[in-house]
């Protein structure tokens, strides 16, 4: 495992950064833009990203990945990750509730995103440990350190989740009130 993987799982705000390295990642992928990302602890607020841009069908993914990258690079799911993402899950539950085929559409998102976010997890990995180091990185800076990362992009998450890993997930996001309100 490469010393960064290592470095951010022991580091106290090395699940956060990864969540918030991991909606990054994905607007770059999917050609979103944002101002910059912030890493704070205030009492409710661990994080954000700034004036977030995409198309529509991508913002799903990219509210997704936060939660989805924090997840990857641990064993197993635990409370933490669904106390710091309300906002996230709530906006996918949002869209969620304009879908047909709920669940399908659902973890289709679900699955691309972990296939981009493993393809480019080195990238995840290095705008976290920016994260960490300077509390705040740009778009533009984002861009130099995913790119950066390609080229020896060796580091890999714990392993595929997949369909039947990421059921925790699906659920939670299908008892959001921005979804059951619409449904009842
Ligand atoms: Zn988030």
Known sequence: MAATSQWLRRHGLGRTAIHEAGHGALAIIEGGSFDEIVLQKTENLNACIRNLKCNKNALVRIYLAGIMAARMARHGWGELFFN???DDLGAVA?????????VNILEWHILVTEEHLKEKWGSVE???????????VTYEE?????EASQAAN???PLGKIGTSGWQPLIARIL?????T???T
Not at 94 to 101: C, G
Not at 142 to 146: D, Q, T
Not at 175 to 179: E, R
């Open 126 to 136: 290095k705008i976290a440990e920016s994260l960490i180091r300077n509390r705040r």
């Open 84 to 86: 710091t993402a309300h």
């Open 142 to 146: 984002a861009v130099r350190l995913f």
């Open 154 to 156: 060796e580091s890999r």
């Open 175 to 179: 008892m959001k009130p921005q979804f």
């Open 94 to 102: 949002a869209f969620a509730k304009e879908w047909n085929d709920t």
């Open 181 to 183: 309100e619409a449904v």
